[in-house]
């Protein structure tokens, strides 16, 4: 293969039309590609699904052991040999732990719609309760299904939603998935071992995993090891991945979608992650700042965590901004817990900013005459390093 062609299939391989990237227990994003378009997202829907399963066993609605009644359009669904997993003949039964079990280990579409019904008492009202959660999270996303499947599927087992049209498919954001994401894997984090299971056994059924980069699979890579979570497909979607994993003892999620290659985008986006960032104090916990207008230092604490994760080839750029007032005509007084500096840190791969704040540790005085510097005090972007030139 020519150096040109590897390229290309490269290119391609690497190519989404939208990614996150964020630590599961901060928030905090470390990449962002498109990250707010509404996308198609298939089975990756089936996770707002197994949350407000997962709600519903909370607060003991349902239970583990329950048995779900399946309507015979489910049913069906799951003779289908392209849409289903495992056959659900009338004669056998199942409970909410095999359907849960079905769906997000081997994305069982049945499945999926069975537990929806079972909460909510019918397909329409369980949609309906997806939405609600999306606005209760304020996230970009409008579900239509509770499997992920579009109309053009769905409208053959008369379980399209009415009122939509015959092509309408789940539309979410990259950023919505993944917050759903972190709230069913921080909620409910058993959900990580139920995942990261490569087959589960279902009455005399073998339903095989589906997310194919965990370990002992295909696409498993043990430089950037992956322990779920979930994976989609359809014609208009494309690829899309939701995948956990921890880098510096840190709980990652990694989302792609509308990939051209199934995994490889997500792994390489993981393992660019492995390579370039680090989680580490980004800005110092302790300062000496002179307040600016005067001669007086003062000893400053970082409010908070400090620690972030960071791009070594693309640092965060630093704004500046003097918050504590002074006063030309009456004494000045810094109270303890004052804050009197703040840095604003930006990401250039994710576009967030993040704030550390500089409080006093205790009382302080200013003493002596006070005189007003004449010049503004600095607001351009700024290096790290630079940003402290005052700090000892």
């Given at each position: 293969m020519s150096s040109q062609t590897a390229q290309a299939a490269s290119n391609k391989a690497d190519k989404v039309k939208a990614a996150y990237i964020i630590d599961a227990k901060s928030g905090q994003a470390v990449y962002a590609q498109n990250a707010d378009e509404k996308l198609p997202i298939a089975s990756l829907s089936k996770l707002m699904t197994l949350y407000l399963v997962e709600q519903a066993l909370k607060k003991g609605q349902i239970k583990w052991d329950d048995q779900v009644p399946i309507q015979k359009e489910v049913r069906k669904m799951a003779t289908s040999a392209t849409l289903s997993v495992m056959p659900m003949p009338a004669k056998e039964h199942f409970t909410v732990k095999e359907l849960f079990e079905a769906t997000l280990v081997g994305s069982s579409n049945s499945g999926a719609i069975a537990l929806g019904e079972y909460v909510a008492g019918s397909n329409a009202k369980f949609i309906a309760m997806m939405n609600a959660q999306s606005k209760r999270w304020n996230i970009?996303?409008?579900?239509?299904?509770?499997?992920?499947?579009?109309?053009?599927?769905?409208?053959?087992?008369?379980?399209?939603?009415?009122?939509?049209?015959?092509?309408?498919?789940?539309?979410?954001?990259?950023?919505?998935?993944?917050?759903?994401?972190?709230?069913?894997?921080?909620?409910?984090?058993?959900?990580?071992?139920?995942?990261?299971?490569?087959?589960?056994?279902?009455?005399?059924?073998?339903?095989?995993?589906?997310?194919?980069?965990?370990?002992?699979?295909?696409?498993?890579?043990?430089?950037?090891?992956?322990?779920?979570?979930?994976?989609?497909?359809?014609?208009?979607?494309?690829?899309?991945?939701?995948?956990?994993?921890?880098?510096?003892?840190?709980r990652m999620i990694a989302t792609t979608l509308g990939a051209a290659w199934k995994f490889t985008a997500n792994n390489n986006l993981r393992l660019m992650l492995k390579d370039s960032e680090r989680y580490q104090n980004v800005a110092p916990k302790t300062i000496k700042y002179q307040i600016p207008g005067t001669k007086t230092t003062v000893r400053l604490v970082a409010k908070g965590t400090n620690r972030l994760w960071e791009n070594t080839e693309h640092p965060y750029t630093v704004r500046r901004e003097a918050t504590w007032p002074l006063h030309r005509t009456q004494p000045n007084y810094l109270g303890a817990k004052t804050t009197v500096l703040k840095l604003h840190l930006t990401d250039p791969q994710s576009g967030e900013t993040h704030t550390v704040a500089y409080q006093t540790p205790a009382a302080k005085t200013l003493l002596g005459p006070l005189q007003w510097a004449t010049s503004a005090q600095p607001t351009n972007q700024l290096r790290l390093n630079t940003a402290f030139a005052i700090a000892e």
């Open positions: 970009a996303a409008n579900f239509v299904s509770a499997s992920g499947l579009d109309n053009t599927d769905l409208t053959t087992y008369h379980l399209n939603l009415k009122g939509t049209d015959e092509q309408a498919q789940n539309m979410v954001s990259a950023r919505a998935i993944t917050t759903i994401a972190r709230h069913l894997i921080n909620e409910f984090p058993d959900v990580i071992t139920t995942a990261d299971q490569s087959k589960v056994k279902i009455h005399k059924y073998t339903v095989p995993t589906s997310v194919q980069i965990i370990k002992g699979q295909k696409f498993y890579d043990p430089r950037v090891p992956a322990d779920g979570l979930k994976t989609g497909y359809t014609n208009q979607a494309g690829a899309c991945l939701v995948a956990t994993f921890k880098q510096n003892g840190r």
